[in-house]
């Protein structure tokens, strides 16, 4: 039966892979200097190739072969095979970039094409010198194979279940204490057996290595894995996948302290400490994406917000509604939901001829003609674009980034925006400068620097992004559960520290980190500026325990330049203001000192936190069906077919002249005639039926023991963990099967203890004394041990989560102990 399911499941396996191969389409490939046709299975790395949208028989988008690196024209592309998300990526050329920038390949991916992914829609650069024949976009490839991005998440995917297991070094501990009990048992056994000449020294070695091969459970490892695939399967029902299933009994462990306390203690724990910290991401994961634009501010020395659009300058308004990313895609307007936003806010409309105009007056109509797209490390985004026959540059980003681009600052800029972060709103900066005269080909190769400096304010635009529903309850519960929560976001501090505050990561008054007045050292400052203190790296521990702690990311430069990270990133709260690669260093930073993280975020800015964290947990807007509901609407969905065939038929006859009399005689004597044909089927038949039938509905649903097999859209490059909800309550999902897990395996781990150290009792000592087990002994001692097991794999989590953690290991006092006290009443029995 174990072999058969194996098989089964090395079958659906490898049907997955098929279905994920490289299509076969021809592109065209620049080699030796002349343009060929090549299959996209025959592409090296280093070729120059023609790329685009193109179609299969089936009118279905074939995918891009391997990764590439664009070099002339700009992609939308779907990357929901890759990342689960739905929303397109626009991938522009890497010509735009300085001679003597090094690109990256985590920083730089909006120029990366990635296998796998399918075309949306494709502009070739006419001005590129090498022509594509086809009229494709020019790009060099960079990876094929299982090297490509896609490669290395099958390969995740196929071998995750290869390592279905838990506690692995601690299940060879358990092995080693029960081969030397067997040889202290084989031992006595060949010592009192060599005292008596009477008795065949063949049966005695034969009895020696039954006790030693008897010790060792055989079935040790299906055991355990048996609890890894129960959770796997409770976390598929509930929309949560996982490619990496070792990392579920993670979420259940805890140790007897909190991680914080024992670095604090500079204690070495007996016990390792898991999932002790929570981190979290605020824009998409503890905030709703549903962004809703709230006004404009800063236009004068007043605070307060303009939502009167018809009194904003009409220059503001045209870089609200043409600096962006937004692109039409078979005729609907996708993008960054902020955006939409805001083009929604200021009545403007946006056509597929990137030219943004007003619903309403007569303003004039902006020409996008080159962009330079939002990077994350530079906080700002740019535009070309024409207005009538002037060009201009429009710029946006964070406030304190373009603060020092502007060629004047207003005296009311810092109070007006720390007043609108303040109450947890997010706040862009508006700039813009007037172009000389010159020619579209001149203005589209303006390099970025010289678009984004020497700006002009036009004001902040305001944004309020509401929080889920659930949030705060979900981050409640995992604070009453001994976890510590953190937030690592990209806003700005004070924002950042609202919404900690409603979410209950923060309870205690806030301390925020920043340069001191003067730029003569940093400081630590309350969110109303009422409270400062100087920053004294030895210091931030005691001043951890009375007030929560905020720090930005050009902190993080700065602990990383006088090595002060361990000392001060273990008692921080909320990490505002940092780039995606600091989001990292967070989480290694975390680790290094002992934490063992959970990270929760939306999968784009996240990637390398998600990966770094020990359970990563990637969250998808797109909340799937329940069970119910599913088999609701299966039922619902059979039972409409089955009425649309019937008036179908009923129409067909009733179309020939028939009467419907004569239709429901027809239709009677057909089931008549179906019943007598069920009749006549032998037994052999009925049951060859029923055999098929269910083999069908376990290759189609699985066995329920074997792990699901994840696919591809399910799963995320991103994290171990994908879970399609727009909520962050899989988080406390996977910490309770993780838990469940955890006790499942302690408590089959004792069980097979318990049995295998009784069996060695009764083949050693009561051998000697001339008792061994009866047939029916036997069977009983084996039903009754694999009903333990059975029960004990489908036990299911508690609803709420508990303080108290299971124990972790297998070797600690509790475990122990309790084994000791049962041994002789497993004995006695």
Known sequence: MFESTMAKSRLKTLSELRRVKVDSQTLMVYRCGKWVKLSGTELLPGDVVSIGRSTGLDGEDKSVPADMLILAGSVIV????????????????????????????????????????????????????????????????????????????????????????????????FILFLVVFALIAAGYVLKKGLEDPTRSRYKLLLSCSLIITSVIPPELPMELSIAVNTSLIALARRGIYCTEPFRIPFAGKGGFMNGLVQYKLRLVPKFRV???????????????????????????????????????????????????????????LVGDPLEKAALKGIEWTYKSDEKAMPKKGGANSVQIVQRHHFASYLKRMAVVVRVQEQFFAFVKGAPETIQERLVDVPSWYVNTYKKHTRQGSRVLALAYKSLPEMTVSEARSLDRETVESDLTFAGFAVFNCPIRADSASVLSELRGSSHDLVMITGDQALTACHVARQVNIISKPALILGRAKGNEGYEWVSPDETYTTSYRENEVEALSEAHDLCIGGDCMEMLQQTSSALKVIPYVKVFARVAPEQKELIITTFKSVGRVTLMCGDGTNDVGALKQAHVGVALLNAIPPTTNQKSASQASSKSETEKAAKSKKLKSTSGNGENPSKSRAVSKLESTSNQAANRHLTAAEMQRQKLKKLMDELNEDGDGRSAPVVKLGDASMASPFTAKHASVAPTTDIIRQGRSTLVTTLQMFKILGLNCLATAYVLSVMYLDGVKLGDVQATISGVFTAAFFLFISHASPLPTLSAERPHPNIFCSYVSSLSLVNLPFTFSS
């Not at 090498?130 to 490669?151: I, Y």
């Not at 994961?285 to 236009?299: N, P, R």
Request: hydrophobic share 35%; net charge negative.
């Open 78 to 173: 779907n990357e929901a095979i890759l990342t689960g998300e739905s929303t397109p990526q626009w991938k522009v050329s890497v010509i735009g970039r300085g001679a003597d920038e090094k690109l990256s390949a985590r920083r730089d991916k909006a120029h990366v094409l990635f296998g796998g992914t399918k075309i949306l829609q494709h502009t070739p650069d006419k001005t590129f010198h090498l022509k594509a024949p086809d009229g494709g976009c020019v790009a060099v490839v960079l990876r094929t194979g299982f090297e490509t991005s896609q490669g290395k998440l099958m390969r995740t995917i196929l071998f995750s279940t290869e390592r279905v297991t838990a506690n692995s070094w601690e299940s060879g501990l």
């Open 274 to 332: 898991d999932v002790d910290i929570c981190c979290f991401d605020k824009t998409g994961t503890l905030t709703s994406d549903d962004m809703e634009f709230s006004g404009v501010g800063g236009l004068t020395d007043s605070e307060d917000l303009e939502t009167e659009m018809s009194k904003v300058p009409d220059r503001t308004l045209e870089i609200l509604a043409s600096c962006h990313a937004l692109v039409f895609v078979d005729n609907k």
